[in-house]
């Protein structure tokens, strides 16, 4: 895809339809929320502007027919890549798109129009047990829309919020291959929270659960995450091991739920004991 990518950075007319023509396809818009964070790295928001409203229009129009995720990770990509070009570091970019995420999410804009009502009774006759167990919960008390509705807002919101650090790796990769050959790998490689936006994460999970806004709490800890991968990555290549095992992580963590959260405890841990640093002094 770097040829492609390249071919995209000759004009801007290269870069405004290709944006639009895979924001308008649906599923391909991933890419072009990668050519507008990729041309707002390397050129800035002002001149990426035209970029951006190319893809905007389209994913625009599926955000009418109800599908509002190509639109917000189209923005957001752009903001994060704003956030990077003038920051130059991945830890405050990853914050500042999961504090937009989060109010997104509490703004309600990735909950249908209609509300999660039409998905309830879809569930209710799709599944008996379902249904059963919505009768149970709405004999307790418990209001099944504003939970439906805070489950579909907080898994959209995540979902969003992956899919847009993703693009945006995508495209710094590409910026690097094109400018920089290496540069990407050396900065994913050194990525670390430090002690203080640990202990932000930690804030924002506390504030989440106190206020009832479980989105948050869900949403905080996606930057330990990719810190977390960021490490693995790091440690393997110190170590200079095959890219088997890169795959070997990425099928576990793709699969298995205690991956996951051993990928965030050593991210965890890394905060305050350096594995790569003390990796690198012993060799």
Known sequence: ?????????????????????????????????????????????TSAAPV????AIPAGW??????SVPLASILLVALMATVLRARLRWTDTLLAGTAVCMVL????IFVPAGGAGPLLDELRRSSTEVSSML???????????????????????????????????LARSWQAGLYNPGGFREEFHSLKLSRGQLA???????????????AASLLAWVPLLVA????????????????????????????????????????????????????????
């Open 135 to 169: 009768d149970r919960l709405s004999a307790q008390g418990v209001d099944t829309q504003q939970m439906a509705a805070l489950v579909i807002g907080g898994v959209t919101g995540l979902v969003v919020l992956m899919v847009s650090i993703g693009c945006l790796a």
């Open 200 to 214: 932000l994460l930690i804030g924002a999970t506390a504030l989440g659960m106190l206020l009832a806004v479980p």
């Open 105 to 108: 999410v509490h703004l309600g």
């Open 62 to 67: 599926w955000w009418m027919e109800g599908d």
């Open 1 to 45: 895809m770097l040829g492609l990518a390249r071919w995209i950075m000759r004009g801007t007319p290269q870069a405004v339809g290709v944006a639009a023509l895979t924001a308008l396809v649906p599923w391909l818009f991933w890419f072009s929320a990668a050519v507008a964070g990729l041309v707002t790295l390397r050129r800035g928001l």
């Open 228 to 283: 977390g991968v960021a490490l693995v990555h790091g440690l393997i290549g110190l170590k200079g091991m095959s890219g088997f095992w890169l795959v070997g992580f990425y099928a576990l963590l793709l699969t298995t739920w205690p991956t996951i959260l051993i990928v965030l405890l050593l991210a965890l841990v890394d905060t305050f004991a350096d594995f790569r640093g003390r990796l690198t002094r012993s060799d």
């Open 52 to 55: 951006l409203v190319a893809a």
